[in-house]
């Protein structure tokens, strides 16, 4: 089996590691976050996505202020950036040697002298020695180039901590459900996401999400690219109607995040572009094309998005006769910035 598709449709494994970690070391990274004023959240690609999705959590899950930024805009226009108040970074990064994410970290700590939490598949590598502390999430280590299970994971260990630091303990309690619900929903995916991979009548896609979903959509939407090899970008769900549904017609895939919070309105963007001639896909709960029916906290179903969405990607470049396991002109890690 290509080590791709294995490690996408093992990933729930890598979850619970991620869970207990988060819990059992929240006596050392909590304090760092209940000092701070503010959160940033840092990576590059997928890791700066996954930034973009843990910042809108936390931030709605907290009420605490919190962004999430490319490492590469904390490096070099850290002004841009650092705003008044005393800031804690929160620095993501499979490989822990991305240069742009240890330059960041570098640069925050000049700049604020404020904590640095890391969040990372491998102890060994300079991030989690740079960091005040590490939660290191071995099982979600990957031999794949594209990251899968590694960013699911380490985006559930971000959920953790929004949980916990909330103090919302139906939450916390209801994360052990992931990993058991993960183990059973993948396969399921599989079966819906298969077809929809294999049919090459779509020449582009477009990835709608809110809130934390729009940090997941923008993260689909680079599975796809990266795999697949496919026009692919990312909206907030009504966003799209500002321009870039002139894209909606036949050829035009349109698949929809859907929140239960807004869904009448993200519903009826996809209804609005499908009588304009896209095909849509939607997920959710209930009642959409894939249903999680997880019976699971909204604030904890982001992470379920993922798997069918990567999938649809992986099956994508089969079809087309791409190899996923060496995706073109990717490495796993980027030293620029040394
Ligand atoms: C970040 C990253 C990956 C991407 C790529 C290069 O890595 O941008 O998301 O797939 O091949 O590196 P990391 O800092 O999370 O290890």
Redesign the pocket.
């Known amino acids: 089996m290509s080590i791709t598709l294995d490690e996408i449709l093992t990933q729930a494994d890598a979850w619970e590691e991620a869970i207990d970690k988060t819990l059992i070391q929240s006596k050392t990274w909590l304090p760092l976050l209940d000092t701070a004023s503010y959160v940033l959240f840092t ?6 996505y996954l930034s973009l999705a843990a910042s809108s959590l936390f931030q709605s899950l907290t009420h605490r202020p919190a962004r999430g930024v490319p ?1 590469s805009e904390l490096a070099l226009n850290g002004d841009t950036v650092l705003g008044p108040g005393k800031p804690a970074l929160v620095a ?7 240069g742009e ?1 240890l330059r960041a970290v570098e640069h925050f700590q000049k700049q604020t002298g404020g904590p640095v939490i890391a969040i ?1 598949t491998d102890k060994d590598q300079p991030l989690a020695t740079l960091a005040d502390t590490a939660i290191v999430i071995e099982s979600g280590q990957e031999k794949s ?3 899968t299970r ?1 960013f699911s994971s380490m985006y559930i260990t971000t959920a953790a901590m929004a949980a916990i630091a909330a103090k919302r303990s139906d939450l916390t309690n209801a994360l052990h459900e992931l990993p058991d619900f993960g183990r059973q929903y993948i396969p399921r995916a599989n079966l819906v996401a298969e077809p929809i991979g294999w049919d090459l009548r779509f020449s582009q896609f477009y990835f709608l999400g809110s809130g934390p979903l729009y940090g997941l959509a923008s993260e689909a939407s ?1 599975k796809m690219k ?1 795999m697949s090899l496919s026009v692919s970008e990312p909206f907030h769900f009504l966003e799209f109607r500002h321009g870039p549904m002139s894209m909606a017609g036949s050829g035009t895939m349109i698949v929809g995040l859907l929140s239960e919070q807004n869904r009448q309105h993200e519903q009826a963007v996809l209804d609005e572009m499908k009588q304009l001639g896209a095909e849509t896909l939607s997920l959710g709960e209930i009642g959409s094309t894939i249903a999680f029916q997880s019976g699971l906290p909204e604030p904890l179903r982001g992470v379920l998005y993922l798997p069918p969405l990567q999938l649809i990607a992986y099956h994508r470049a089969i079809a087309r006769g791409l190899d996923p396991d060496h ?1 073109r002109n ?5 030293r620029v910035l040394q």
């Open positions: 990576g590059c690609g997928s890791t700066y490492g993501v990064s499979r490989s822990g040697a991305t994410t990372t180039v594209v990251q590694s680079l990266e995706p990717l490495s796993a890690v980027v």
